[in-house]
């Protein structure tokens, strides 16, 4: 059992790597795909069977455990992996963008910023300060920097300050964190689609120095072109020697070309959210699950995937208990699909492990097209 938190490369692939993150809860296998716990909970999973999926490592939300049941409670109670029952790595997100995507009358200040719980409307205000409390006393693995994400939009200048209020954020942030043996750090990169701003930040991360760096401000509906045109260049810009982690990304064609560009962490709502209404994800593409044309369908969704929807039930079933508004509808597709992003990112790190990422790459592309 480590104590502290390191990061081993294990092999390289053009830009792709593969490697391990050790933590004192256990490692995380890179590329790592996180799979989201929102309000300590992967929806319609129990975590045993998030990590049957292959999961090493779940993400939590400071800004909806905040709002409820509070960090405070979830403290009391003996913190979130004890709360949840999940005993492995946790992620939290440190709020500044539910509170830019789902708060309601925002102020922001050089302080910090104050809004209204899209709950009940009661009020709040997060800042570095309190946004490293909340994580700590959630007692989560990999803190992340409190940040400032523009609404978009956006012009150069409104982005350029964005991205210096949230350097000042991150000096804040590594400031309230301390010295926390075993618990990461992770500083996020600003910038909006902006090579030099992107640069600007990187520069500023590495001058206060962190455990890991993210690529925030992207999967923000820009679009994949535009989101693999900034990942062309704002990686590189990153220490090689620290985990690089995509926030908020993505389909599973976003997630191959992300780690083709050097990315070791994702984390994407998609799989589960897809999974309760019916989208399923497979080599072959995407299955609307609801369309008729399933319900007489004896076959598995997807014959070469080894998940218990795939292994014990029909199309037909599965259709039946999704028009039927059947919980295990949710259930068996969104284990399904986190299944199914996890052997994706299986593939590549055997793949990047045996320099043949580009065949790989080229199957994965292959098998879709096919249809
Ligand atoms: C779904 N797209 C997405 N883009 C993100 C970007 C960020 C984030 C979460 C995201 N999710 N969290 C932050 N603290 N900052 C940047």
Not at 229 to 256: F, T, W
Request: charged share 25%; hydrophobic share 35%.
């Amino acid at each position: 059992m480590t104590e502290r938190f390191s990061f081993e490369l294990k092999a390289t692939d053009g830009k792709a790597r593969t490697g391990v993150i050790n933590t004192p809860r256990g490692e995380i296998r890179t590329p790592a795909f996180m799979p989201v716990g929102t309000a300590a909970t992967v929806k319609a999973m129990m975590p045993e069977s998030v990590r049957a999926t292959g999961a090493d490592i779940l993400l939590g939300n400071t800004y909806h455990l905040m709002l409820r049941p509070t960090a405070e409670r979830i403290d009391r109670l003996g913190g979130l992996h004890k709360f949840m029952n999940w005993d492995r790595p946790i992620l939290t997100d440190s709020g500044g963008f539910q509170v830019m995507s789902l708060a309601g009358l925002r102020k922001l200040t050089e302080k910090g910023v104050t809004f209204k719980s899209h709950i009940d409307g009661s009020k709040h205000e997060l800042t570095p300060e309190r946004s490293m409390e909340i994580q700590k006393l959630l007692g989560s693995d990999i803190v992340m920097c409190f940040d400032e994400c523009p609404a978009l939009p956006a012009d150069r200048d409104r982005i350029a300050e964005s991205m210096r209020l949230s350097m000042r954020w991150a000096a804040r942030s590594k400031e309230a964190f301390g010295d926390r043996p075993g618990h990461a750090l992770f500083g996020i990169q600003q910038g909006g689609l902006e090579a030099d701003f992107r640069e600007e930040s990187a520069e500023a991360l590495k001058e206060i120095g962190f455990d890991g760096y993210a690529v925030g401000g992207l999967a923000v509906g820009e679009g994949q072109e535009a989101m693999f045109g900034c990942l062309d260049h704002a990686p590189d810009h990153l220490p090689k020697d620290k985990p690089r982690y995509l926030m908020g990304v993505g389909k599973p064609d976003d997630i191959v070309g992300a780690v083709a560009r050097g990315i070791d962490m994702m984390d994407c709502v998609l799989p589960s959210r897809s999974g309760r209404t019916g989208q399923v994800f497979t080599r072959r593409g995407v299955v609307n699950i609801k369309n008729a044309r399933h319900a007489d369908d004896p076959r598995p969704l997807d014959e070469a995937c080894s998940c218990p929807a795939c292994s014990n039930y029909s199309r037909a079933y599965l259709h039946h208990v999704y028009r039927s508004n059947e919980m295990i509808s949710g259930m068996l597709l969104t284990w399904h699909n986190l299944h199914y992003f996890q052997e994706i990112m299986q593939g590549m790190r055997d793949a990047i492990g045996a320099g043949t990422f580009e065949d790989w790459q080229a199957e994965f592309h292959a098998q879709r097209a096919q249809g």
